[in-house]
């Protein structure tokens, strides 16, 4: 059984419809052979910071497999994971609260195993029970380090699985088995639902400008661009574009964007600024870890800034037009498009204790048909002062090339699905002096 169970599971977590996380399972045997269960449920409601709730099992190798040691831990925003972790003494069992708070370690005289943890599958398998039979099965009770007894019911059985429920007075869950007696979808309290999927779809969804995709002509190639001071361009195509860009000017019978590269300029640091979110874990230990070896020969809060984007420059391999991505999968997989450079560079940087966020705009992009096109950069908060840098294009001193567009605003969202038809003129170029 434990077998037909090993894995990794990824699973949709919504309430009335609504993507609000994910819970992933991991089903695996160690170097050693132990058997290993882990999982990670991971959710914000509203605009909270996300709870992530971690759980891990581990059995002997060796039968009967009792169970070594086991964790369970919560972690709220940017506090540290609290919860309680069981380890196997002579005999025995000791429950350890973490954080420590000053108690004793408290001793466990019950005993539990492989096939404990697995009974009800087994009962399944073996027993091949009824609609409507129940059977009672002890599971570990975390916050009271216990085993405890919970009832299940079959409520109903299929060429597909198992539908069985428990109705706990508040934790009623309805679980719909596999043939493998592996979940396909689970409601909680129901409230709460879990459907398998693939790993990008569990994975926090994207708003509708981070996913698009827009050209705006150009009538020639502007060269040098990165050095680009003070731009101004024509605009055409519709009657009245200050619905888009707010600081457009009128010259004579014509509109003009005046552009000027962002200057370094201080101001308020909102507190979502420096939060963590479904889209920026930055407080995710892998996260964590990648930022801390990204800044390890920086002293200064400026230095781990620039040490920041230039390690998001090489570290991710630029590929245009590729699906939008989560930051975690760009550990294991470092390619993505100019969202996945933006966003790796936000979490990392308030990973760090930086304030930052993800713009989202347009820039040029040179090429034969010269254009500007939806991109993705950055704003650090640095030593007092909001700094913009390009991490895709390796810039620590932005262009005036880069537009930025708010990211809820029904104009910018409608110039980007291309239902105004817009194109751009030069008219003037200025570049740094150095």
């Known amino acids: 059984m434990a077998r037909s169970l090993l894995g990794e599971r990824w699973y949709r977590l919504s309430l009335d419809g609504r993507h609000l996380g994910y819970w ?3 089903n695996y045997r160690d170097p050693e052979g132990n058997w290993v269960f882990e999982s990670e449920q991971r959710f914000a409601l509203g605009s909270v910071e996300p709870v992530s709730t971690t759980a891990r099992r581990v059995f002997d190798a060796s039968p009967p497999h009792p169970l070594l040691r086991a964790e369970h831990l919560q972690t709220n925003g940017r506090a540290a994971p609290a919860g309680v972790r069981i380890e196997g003494r002579k005999g025995d069992y000791a429950a350890i609260r973490v954080p420590p708070d000053g108690t004793a370690d408290r001793h466990l005289d019950w005993q539990y195993s492989l096939a404990d943890y697995l009974h009800f599958e087994l009962w399944l398998a073996t027993e091949q029970p009824a609609e409507g039979t129940r059977k009672s099965v002890d599971t570990l009770d975390f916050d ?9 019911e079959v409520v109903s059985r299929t060429d597909e699985g198992y539908v069985i429920a428990n109705a706990a007075p508040y934790s009623a869950t309805r679980i719909e088995l596999d043939t493998h007696y592996v979940p396909r979808h689970l409601t909680i309290s129901g409230l709460f639902d879990l459907t398998r999927t693939t790993r990008r779809d569990a994975l926090a969804p994207r708003s509708a400008l981070q996913a698009a995709s827009y050209y705006i002509p150009l009538d020639r190639r502007l060269p040098d ?5 003070r731009l101004v361009l024509g605009v055409q195509g519709t009657d009245d574009p200050r619905e888009i860009f707010a600081d457009i000017q009128t010259h ?24 963590e979110t479904l889209h920026i874990p930055s407080m995710h230990p892998e996260i964590a870890a990648l930022a801390a070896s990204a800044v390890r020969n920086a002293s200064t ?30 550990i294991a997989d470092p390619r993505g498009d100019c969202t996945e450079f933006a966003d790796l560079l936000t979490t990392l940087a308030r990973s760090q204790g930086i304030p930052a966020l993800t713009v989202f705009g347009l820039a040029y992009a040179d090429g034969a048909e010269p254009a500007f096109a939806y991109h993705a950069w950055n704003e650090l908060y640095v030593d007092g002062n909001w700094t913009a840098v390009d991490p895709t294009w390796g810039e620590s001193r ?8 708010p990211e809820e605003d029904t104009a910018a969202l409608s110039l980007l699905t291309g239902s105004v038809p817009l194109t751009f003129s030069i008219r003037d170029v200025g570049y740094f002096s150095d």
């Open 144 to 152: 009271r380090s216990a085993r405890v007894a919970r009832t299940f």
């Open 24 to 26: 992933h399972t991991r």
């Open 252 to 275: 004579g019978n014509d509109w003009q964007l005046v552009l000027s590269a962002p200057a370094i300029v201080g101001g308020p640091v909102r507190s979502d600024y420096r939060e």
């Open 301 to 330: 809060e400026s230095e781990r800034a620039l040490a920041l984007t230039d390690f998001v420059h090489h570290f991710l391999d630029y590929r245009p037009g590729m699906p939008t991505r989560h930051v975690i999968d760009l």
């Open 225 to 229: 661009h990165t050095r680009i001071s």
């Open 398 to 405: 932005l262009d005036a090339t880069h537009i930025p567009l």
